[in-house]
């Protein structure tokens, strides 16, 4: 069974919207539809489907890092009063 080629019928699925293009760019695409006898739309969609189809970049595995334990602490660093005075006299408690 035949579908009906009126343009209406034809377009009636698809979805109108506006895209915001640089000039640069706008001016490429129509350079390029001219070339192709193609649309602006035919072209851009091609460029969109083309760009979603393509693979994104692999994630690299994640690296994992070293770490070491240095011990318990030497003071409490919520002890603010203390930090504050190392602070002040650039001295740590091992060199009192």
Do not use: I
């Amino acid at each position: 069974m035949w579908r009906s080629l009126d343009p209406l019928v034809m377009l009636s699925h698809m979805k109108r919207t506006t895209l915001v293009l640089d000039a640069a760019l706008y001016a490429e695409l129509k350079k390029r539809a001219a070339a192709e006898g193609r649309t602006l739309t035919d072209v851009v969609e091609r460029a969109l489907r083309l760009g979603l189809a393509a693979r994104s970049p692999v994630r690299r595995a994640r690296v994992g890092l070293p770490s070491y334990d240095l011990g318990p602490f030497l003071m409490s660093p919520a002890d603010a009063e203390a930090v504050a005075g190392l602070r002040r006299s650039g001295t740590s408690r091992e060199e009192e």
